[in-house]
């Protein structure tokens, strides 16, 4: 059976087990097929394929329109396959979402939006394509860190980016390509370590430096892109471990 729940307004925390209950609808009938009462939240909308098990929910869910911050650690969801974080979402909290296993996807904003995504806030997560809004964007450390199963990365619909701390995108073992945009500043110390199955980077104009081990254990890299008139300095051990064989530095690099 398949079916929607509508769950509530908008509160405070939520878990596997806040969850009130799941409805499922016999799609051809348009009839009520169960109704399995669980406890209270005021935050989730459940949608898709829903069954119960004896851990809690198996499905996709969406966090509700108006929710502003994440704070809970979601990581426990074990049965969700997928989670949808709505625009009105400004604050993913330390951890929030880490190790949650099942994909995430990020709904469109508008250009004056903003997101802060706190250190470890989605570190191995099973988001696969990460396409990150517009609007501003505060990234700390470990923030989509040790994401086994991160593709791709596309930030080009920033309209600034913000980076605190080290290690943002490292240890994301399946990340094939990243697009930086044209708003970052710099890219961090080890932001893209070990990132193994990465074999080329075009690095923006808008990049004044790259910091220490930026690409350090890139074993896959061969081919980087500098921008002319972007960076100025290139930090110690880069490009570390990669399989570059020649690196034009443009002009503007002391």
């Given at each position: 059976?398949?079916?929607?729940?509508?769950?509530?307004?908008?509160?405070?925390?939520?878990?596997?087990?806040?969850?009130?209950?799941?409805?499922?609808?016999?799609?051809?009938?348009?009839?009520?097929?169960?109704?399995?009462?669980?406890?209270?939240?005021?935050?989730?909308?459940?949608?898709?394929?829903?069954?119960?098990?004896?851990?809690?929910v198996v499905g996709r869910v969406r966090i509700r329109d108006g929710i502003t911050t994440l704070e809970t650690n979601l990581g426990d969801l074990t049965n969700v396959t997928a989670l949808t974080i709505p625009a009105s979402v400004r604050t993913i909290r330390r951890?929030?979402?880490?190790?949650?296993?099942?994909?995430?996807?990020?709904?469109?904003?508008?250009?004056?939006?903003?997101?802060?995504?706190?250190?470890?806030?989605?570190?191995?997560?099973?988001?696969?394509?990460?396409?990150?809004?517009?609007?501003?964007?505060?990234?700390?450390?470990?923030?989509?860190?040790?994401?086994?199963?991160?593709?791709?990365?596309?930030?080009?619909?920033?309209?600034?980016?913000?980076?605190?701390?080290?290690?943002?995108?490292?240890?994301?073992?399946?990340?094939?390509?990243?697009?930086?945009?044209?708003?970052?500043?710099?890219?961090?110390?080890?932001?893209?370590?070990?990132?193994?199955?990465?074999?080329?980077?075009?690095?923006?104009?808008?990049?004044?430096?790259?910091?220490?081990?930026?690409?350090?254990?890139?074993?896959?890299?061969?081919?980087?892109?500098?921008?002319?008139?972007?960076?100025?300095?290139?930090?110690?051990?880069?490009?570390?471990?990669?399989?570059?064989?020649?690196?034009?530095?443009?002009?503007?690099?002391?």
């Open positions: 059976a398949t079916g929607d729940l509508d769950v509530l307004s908008p509160g405070a925390g939520y878990t596997a087990s806040d969850i009130t209950k799941v409805v499922t609808h016999d799609d051809e009938a348009g009839t009520l097929v169960t109704e399995t009462p669980l406890r209270a939240t005021e935050t989730m909308v459940w949608e898709g394929t829903l069954s119960t098990t004896d851990t809690g951890g929030a979402l880490q190790n949650f296993a099942g994909d995430i996807v990020f709904l469109p904003r508008s250009a004056d939006d903003s997101l802060h995504v706190r250190p470890n806030a989605l570190r191995g997560t099973g988001i696969r394509d990460l396409v990150l809004p517009a609007g501003s964007l505060l990234l700390e450390s470990h923030g989509f860190a040790e994401c086994a199963s991160l593709r791709t990365v596309d930030l080009t619909a920033c309209t600034t980016v913000t980076l605190k701390g080290t290690h943002h995108f490292s240890g994301c073992a399946a990340l094939r390509h990243i697009d930086f945009g044209k708003q970052i500043p710099l890219l961090a110390a080890s932001m893209c370590a070990n990132a193994t199955l990465l074999k080329s980077v075009h690095v923006p104009a808008s990049v004044a430096r790259l910091d220490a081990d930026v690409f350090s254990g890139c074993t896959g890299l061969q081919h980087v892109h500098l921008a002319e008139g972007g960076v100025a300095s290139v930090g110690a051990g880069c490009f570390a471990g990669t399989s570059l064989t020649r690196c034009v530095l443009p002009a503007s690099c002391a």
